[in-house]
């Protein structure tokens, strides 16, 4: 048996912590980005205007004299999709703000000097535009239950709504900093994302009579917000297991893939000084 | 004379048309259990159905098809709603019966009539043969009314209320903090 001695610290406490920091550098910007979404009333707000809208189509859903049995799936299914595709647009858009934000803001500078890689920087402000799509998940949920207990489908449509609507969010956030990173105006960030979204949710709206050829099912497929709630549609509506329309998340894994991969590789390069961009 | 010449063609058109040929009827006998289903909407029940063929010569290939039609009001039915699979193919030889069964979701409330009809099945079909159709199956679906406004109204109104308080304590201690700043 042999008593084997740890190797004595050598490292200086300014080391250790300056490791310490960069070990949990994306927690600390993540603490920090969320406590100031939340508490600066922005993400509040955007709730609050969130629930409101839910409240108005959770009304009229629920007054709707017509409705039966089976169109009671379909009105969860509404409220859902509705919820998961607002949900994650207002992430993108509140992730857009990440970069150019603390560029136009001039925050951005004293970010740097911080001891935290640029990678860290760029996962804090994903996972604090990612709380956004978990508070509007939240909300969501007594909605959801006002309108599917009846027909026992409560429990599949929030994990169906959790599951696809966090891949998608996941996507649409790093597209959105990526948009941040490459705007130097924050004017211009927000815009490039709001017209983003218009473009993904634009589809959605499209009535389900119409005829639907191979074009329509390349465009919804294309959509990482379209497939996403198609996917979802197709389980709650038609009753179809959550294994057998797998091919409709093919877009938003890939979304979220591929800009997730591209935020790692160009993230440092992205989190940077633009001259003539300050808070003036 | 030519009047008469004419009279002779036109009976000799008239016998050579060929006449209306009538098939066979089909000799089989439907029946339909139980007689009357009260269920409640978004429930699914079943309906059973006995084929038998009553003639003396094999029936070939027959399908028998579940319909389902609103007898009250103007109620629109959808029988693909009711029944995913509403056709069943089977050939019966002199004497044989088959049990076949339906399983009905009922989507519409109200008073509906179900039946079973048998039509022959396959390329020899001609376009006049007589159908079997089997009693009438009476369904009634009383209405449930698992939606109302008056249950949705606490969350449609407590959630905004809710969001609403945070957002607004949010916004005012920015404010009151941006006071104190200056």
Redesign the interface.
């Known amino acids: 048996m042999t008593l084997q001695v740890a190797p004595p610290d050598v490292r200086t406490p300014e080391e250790s912590r300056a490791i310490t920091e960069r070990q949990s550098g994306w927690l600390v910007i993540a603490e920090q980005e969320s406590r100031d979404l939340?508490?600066?009333?922005r993400g509040?707000?955007l709730?609050?205007l969130?629930?409101?809208l839910?409240?108005a189509v959770?009304?009229l859903?629920?007054?709707n004299q017509a409705?039966?049995?089976?169109e009671?799936r379909e009105?969860v299914n509404l409220v859902l999709q509705l919820a998961v595709a607002v949900g994650v647009l207002v992430t993108l858009v509140v992730s857009a703000d990440g970069i150019s934000g603390e560029r136009e803001r001039g925050t951005l500078e004293s970010l740097l000097v911080t001891p935290v890689p640029r990678r860290s920087i760029i996962a804090g402000k994903l996972i604090a535009a990612l709380t956004m799509w978990f508070a509007t998940f939240v909300?969501t949920i007594?909605?959801v239950?006002?309108?599917a207990?009846?027909?026992g489908i409560l429990g599949q449509a929030l994990a169906l709504g959790f599951c696809v609507g966090t891949l998608v969010a996941v996507g649409l956030a790093c597209v959105g900093l990526l948009i941040s990173g490459v705007c130097n105006f924050n004017k211009t960030s927000i815009a490039a994302s709001l017209f983003l979204m218009l473009i993904l949710f634009a589809p959605t709206q499209l009535p389900s009579g119409l005829p639907q050829g191979w074009f329509f099912d390349v465009l919804r497929r294309a959509n990482p917000v379209d497939s996403g709630l198609a996917y979802i549609s197709s389980i709650l509506v038609n009753g179809h297991s959550w294994t057998q329309d797998l091919s409709y998340l093919i877009t938003p894994l890939l979304t979220a893939i591929i800009a997730g991969g591209a935020l790692i590789l160009a993230g440092p390069r992205l989190v940077r000084l633009t001259p003539g961009v300050n808070a003036g | 004379m030519r009047a008469l010449i004419m009279i002779l063609l036109l009976a000799g058109v008239l016998i050579e048309l060929p006449a209306p040929a009538l098939a066979d009827p089909l000799t089989v006998e439907v029946v339909a259990d139980p007689p009357v289903v009260s269920t409640v909407?978004?429930d699914h029940f079943e309906v059973s159905t006995e084929v038998k063929n009553t003639g003396t010569k094999p029936t070939g290939e027959i399908l028998a098809h579940l319909n389902v039609a609103s007898i009250e009001g103007s109620v629109y039915v959808d029988p693909e709603?009711w029944s995913s699979e509403r056709s069943q193919q089977l050939s019966l030889k002199p004497g044989e019966s088959r049990e076949l069964s339906w399983e009905i979701q009922a989507?519409?409330?109200g008073q509906f009539a179900a039946y079973v009809v048998v039509v022959p099945f396959g390329g020899s079909v001609n376009g006049n043969e007589q159908l079997s159709i089997s009693p009438l199956v009476k369904v009634d679906v009383a209405q449930?009314t698992?939606?109302?406004?008056g249950?949705?109204?606490p969350?449609?109104?407590?959630?905004?209320l809710l969001?609403?308080v945070?957002?607004g304590?949010?916004?005012f201690?920015?404010r009151r903090r941006r006071g104190a700043g200056t």
Do not use: E, H, K
């Open positions: 939340w508490t600066s009333g509040s707000l709730l609050f969130f629930s409101i839910l409240s959770t009304y859903t629920s007054t409705l039966n049995f089976l009671q009105s909300v007594p909605y239950w006002v309108l207990r009846g027909v | 909407l978004g709603d989507v519409n409330s449930r698992t939606l109302t406004a249950g949705a109204l969350v449609v109104l407590m959630v905004p969001t609403g945070a957002a304590t949010a916004l201690r920015v």
